[in-house]
């Protein structure tokens, strides 16, 4: 009788299939994925796998976005019910007010977000590539959905534009408190703190890095240093440990955890490539429409 993984072996050449995960998965799931990485990264494996299929694992923006650079290919989510709160936390609405009242305006749109919010939007942007992005954006006025944290971290590397925020965040990485930071600098004081810009903006003057979470890894890898309080969700850790199996990693809280991220599991993965459901569907004027924003990102991030 075959195991889970000579299961998921077979099936996946059955169906002409990739698995492509995010770093803040379960690590079973990091373990078995062909390509795992930042939203930037997975971006742009979505746009360029052969495969037939692909499955995402990581919430539901993210298989719209691989819908989205790659539409023709059959696009699975294990768990349907795999959503980022943040990805709602901005309004068709309120874009169409800023435009109104902004005349030269560009709405750039964290990837953490829905399809439907992309098609209204300009340009897409990762924590990765945001600031490169917005540098060499011409206009003056940036309305940065749906993220404020990161908006606030590029807004003060880029004093020369115009930042409209929107009222939105990770409920993760804005949990994370400066005493929780403190605490655990106290109890390990050579720790360098590594921050996520996604967190609130005084732990990230806290931080002695702050960047995506594929930055953060780079940084590590790169480091003399042997002990780091790692600021983002707790499943880069599996990555980190990997690269840097003699390094130290603290996290400044427990259950640093996203929860919607850890609902994909093995067992998912192959229901769904033995019944080729969840997939991910969106209608061919969303596609149109929102591909602009992402297409643009993956040319001006270059």
């Known amino acids: 009788m075959e195991n889970n993984f000579e299961l998921l072996a077979r099936l996946k050449k059955e169906k002409n299939a990739v698995i492509l995960a995010h770093y803040y998965t379960d690590d079973s799931i990091q373990k078995i994925a062909d390509y795992v990485g930042d939203s930037y990264f997975l971006s742009e494996k979505a746009r360029d796998v052969k495969e037939d299929v692909i499955v995402m694992c990581g919430v539901s923006f993210m298989g719209e976005s691989v819908k989205l650079l790659n539409p023709k290919k059959t696009v699975l989510l294990p768990d349907k019910e795999a959503d980022c ?173 996203c929860m919607d991220m850890k609902k994909i599991t093995v067992e998912k993965i192959i229901k769904a490539l033995e019944t080729n459901e969840p997939q991910v569907y969106l209608e061919n004027n969303i596609i149109d429409k929102a591909y602009k924003p992402l297409e643009n990102m993956l040319i001006m991030a270059k």
Do not use: W
């Not at 439907?116 to 590539?129: I, Q, R």
């Not at 967190?199 to 702050?210: A, F, R």
């Open 85 to 257: 709160p943040m990805a709602h936390m901005a309004t068709v609405e309120k874009i169409k007010e800023v435009r109104e009242k902004y005349e030269d305006v560009a709405v750039v749109c964290y990837v953490n977000s829905t399809a439907e919010l992309k098609a209204h939007s300009d340009v897409c942007v990762t924590s990765a590539n945001a600031l490169k992005i917005v540098k060499n954006i011409s206009n003056k006025n940036i309305f940065f959905i749906p993220d404020k944290n990161l908006a606030h971290y590029i807004s003060k590397k880029v004093p020369e534009k115009n930042f409209i925020f929107n009222d939105g965040c990770c409920y993760i990485h804005n949990s994370v408190t400066v005493d929780e930071v403190k605490n655990t600098k106290e109890k390990y004081p050579k720790a360098e703190i590594l921050v996520h810009p996604e967190c609130q903006k005084e732990i990230v003057e806290m931080g002695d890095y702050v960047g995506s979470t594929s930055g953060i890894i780079k940084y590590v890898s790169e480091s003399m240093k042997d002990e780091f309080i790692i600021c983002t969700e707790e499943g880069v850790l599996y990555e980190l440990k990997e690269k840097n199996p003699h390094k130290k990693f603290y996290l400044p809280k427990k259950n640093f955890s």
